[in-house]
């Protein structure tokens, strides 16, 4: 494993260093099976309706060049309407005002299920690997239409109507993938938070969101362990006076009290009628909310429209991973995150894929999990982050290698960057040197992935560690300070995109002048993605990490600011800063600098528990800061604004190197950070 000390962050992470005594090598891909031009006629049919189209590198031009025709074509083709469009894209990226097929009609559960239930029935629609491994459940698209018909019908009975808001707080299940569809049946926006959020998390998402219902289950049960999500929906319920009603279906059957507003969702789902007419939506109204991190304490509402995400997670899923009729996807991501909403629920199901949900933990019951679930259910595709890899990686090789896996062909990474080892790892122990690994940058944002080694050139050689070559239609730019396009390779800088895309955000839930701030005034004209990015001498992108204050948690996005709000709430803290750092298996974590109230009668010890408790009420686990330093002060300008530069140097022990200190208001603030750091370590 790579050292921490010796290498600065970026090179820790993009594995820069010296691995089992080799440095980055270029290994080539075998391609899937054989490839050639016939590939693109009978994989994009659309093509053909492009002229002088042969390759997919000629395709990735066209799609450049002619952005609304390709999108137009594959909009047609891919997707059924309930009323044809006729404009493609109007966008201006300097007001952040975005619409795609503006003028058509579509319903987004219509795509993902009826058009499969009709056609082939049978089919698996969905394989729950449940938290023990041998309890799996599988829906048929048929059984899944009706689901999300009783469900939707259930969701009008208690008075959603189309753009209202509905809160789903659920582990991955058939059901929540079903209540998510039936929201998009009836036109409801749903906002689904992931299931390890704390009460006050979940209560700020549902206020943010003006919810007014929550659906929920009973328990949770992740890595045999149980967690009392209705008991913390309870909790976050009583600050939400627009909640009008709590649906609790079972998960594990456990007795939880039920109120006055709780409805068993279970029982009123049976009533219900098996067929719910899907509404004809207009292609730019809502689909979902997602809250992200971004770089204040307040999490970002982060809304998608219909048609467009879905074309996008249509296409992408498609692509990236090439699906096959008869594939099984396995996108281990929660349907928590973005992740989990375009690979695991609509971009798998609107292509009548087979998804598997999988409930588990990539070391429970032991660190073979996954490659058991591989071999059982003969996945074809395998999706998950780069923490995990780098998890099972130190548990070695026999656990991989006890399972067959040769029904793998695509792995897939996501969530952060993934360093040499644990790429080289997962291509030849994984992947058997026969599997395509594609490292895949996206964002909540962006809808789907964004930079892939696929799409533009099937049989070209995949570099290792990095996303490499944009998807079709995206064009990245790198800018530098002062705010000008960087031309040429060998260069870095703030990575941007230049063109608007479907899948783009259209908004930021009741703030659009800060989506404005945020994605399109730093770099007008352009979408800021926030990170950072390389463009290697071949020409191939390499996203270097966040240039603003939000750092990646075993691919959990969280704002510095966030964890700092709850510890400046401690009544002892005067002051807190937050960095992130790398870590080995988490990729970053959090890194808390605190100064303390005068007089303060408490121990460190008692601090830090008191700490880790209250961000773990009030966030999460995953947002617990691995080390806390009480100092004197923070480094600081004169005008009071602290400086992290020096603070995230401080925390990876880079001190020989500080940097220009001179413009501190106390320089002497630096020696102290450094000894107490000095002393932590021994
Ligand atoms: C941030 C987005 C995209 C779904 C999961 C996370 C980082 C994501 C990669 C990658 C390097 C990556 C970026 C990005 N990130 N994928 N392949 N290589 N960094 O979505 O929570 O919206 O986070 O994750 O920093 O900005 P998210």
Redesign the pocket.
């Known amino acids: 494993m790579w050292s921490r000390s010796k290498h600065s962050f970026f090179s820790v992470i993009l594995g820069r260093c010296r691995i089992n005594g080799k440095w980055n090598t270029k290994l080539a891909i075998p391609p899937i099976g054989k490839r050639h031009k016939s590939f693109l006629s009978t994989d994009m049919p659309e093509a053909a309706n492009f002229p002088n189209i042969n390759t997919y590198e000629d395709l990735y031009k066209f799609s450049i060049a002619h952005s609304d025709m390709f999108w137009g074509e594959l909009a047609k083709s891919r997707l059924h309407w309930d009323q044809p469009f006729t404009r493609v894209s109007e966008c201006n990226m300097h007001e952040g005002k975005i619409k795609w097929f503006a003028d058509g009609k579509l319903n987004v559960s219509y795509n993902c299920v009826d058009r499969h239930a009709n056609e082939t029935p049978d089919k698996l629609a969905l394989i729950w690997e449940k938290d023990q491994p041998n309890e799996v459940e599988s829906v048929s698209y048929k059984e899944l239409l009706s689901m999300v018909c009783r469900i939707a019908n259930c969701l009008m009975a208690q008075g959603i109507k189309k753009g209202d808001c509905v809160t789903i707080y659920m582990p991955v299940s058939p059901t929540a993938v079903a209540t998510m569809l039936a929201c998009a049946r009836i036109g409801a926006v749903h906002n689904v938070v992931f299931a390890g959020f704390s009460a006050e998390a979940l209560a700020q998402r549902i206020q943010s969101s003006s919810s007014k219902m929550v659906i929920t289950t009973d328990q949770g049960v992740r890595g045999g362990k149980v967690i009392e999500l209705k008991r913390t929906v309870d909790d976050a319920v009583k600050t939400c006076p627009s909640v009008q009603t709590v649906l609790v279906s079972k998960r594990t059957g456990a007795n939880v009290p039920m109120s006055e507003k709780d409805i068993d969702f279970d029982e009123a789902i049976v009533n219900e009628n098996s067929w719910c007419e899907p509404v004809s939506m207009d292609s730019e109204d809502w689909l979902f909310t997602l809250y992200?991190?971004g770089s204040t304490g307040k999490p970002k509402g982060i809304v998608h429209s219909q048609a467009g995400y879905l074309l996008y997670a249509t296409v992408t899923s498609k692509f990236v991973f090439d699906i096959q009729e008869g594939d099984i996807f396995g996108c281990v991501?929660d349907i928590g995150?973005?992740?989990g909403h375009s690979y695991v629920v609509y971009g798998p199901l609107s292509n009548g894929t087979t998804t598997v949900l999988f409930e588990s933990t990539p070391t429970y019951p032991d660190p073979g999990r996954y490659w058991d679930m591989v071999q059982r259910i003969k996945l074809t595709q395998f999706y998950g982050a780069p923490t995990a890899i780098r998890l099972l990686l130190k548990h070695g090789d026999s656990w991989v290698k006890k399972y067959d896996r040769s029904s793998l062909r695509v792995l897939g990474?996501?969530?952060?960057?993934?360093n040499h080892e644990a790429w080289e790892w997962y291509l030849s122990v994984v992947g058997e040197n026969r599997c395509t690994v594609v490292?895949?940058?996206?964002?909540?944002?962006?809808g789907g992935i964004m930079?892939t080694p696929r799409p533009s050139g099937v049989d070209d050689a995949i570099e290792p560690a990095m996303?490499m070559r944009p998807f079709y239609g995206i064009q990245p730019a790198l800018l530098d300070e002062s705010k000008t396009e960087i031309q040429g390779n060998s260069v870095s800088g703030a990575c941007c995109i230049k063109y608007p895309w479907p899948g783009m955000a259209r908004t930021i839930l009741g703030d659009h002048n800060r989506f404005i701030e945020t994605y399109y005034k730093p770099y007008p004209g352009l979408y800021f993605?926030?990170?950072g990015a390389n463009r290697t001498a071949d020409g191939n992108y390499q996203?270097t990490?966040?240039m603003d204050d939000?750092i990646?948690v075993s691919?959990?996005?969280l704002g510095t600011a966030e964890v700092e709000d709850v510890i400046d709430e401690h009544h002892a803290v005067a002051e807190s800063a937050v960095v992130g750092y790398p870590h080995d298996i988490k990729g970053e974590a959090p890194f808390a600098f605190l100064t303390l109230k005068e007089n303060q009668n408490i121990s460190a010890e008692d601090l830090e528990k008191e700490l880790k408790q209250m961000i773990k009420e009030k966030i999460s686990s995953f947002a617990i800061p691995d080390i806390f330093i009480v100092t004197d002060g923070l480094p600081k300008t004169r005008s009071g604004k602290i400086m992290r530069r020096i603070l995230r140097k401080i925390a990876v022990e880079d001190t020989d190197n500080l940097g220009d200190v001179s413009t501190l208001a106390d320089p002497s603030v630096v020696k102290k950070l450094v000894a107490s750091r000095k002393i932590l370590k021994t």
């Open positions: 992200t991190s991501a995150w973005i992740t990474s996501v969530g952060e960057p993934i490292d895949t940058w996206w964002q909540t944002e962006t930079i996303p993605s926030g990170d996203i990490g966040r939000v990646n691919g959990h996005r």
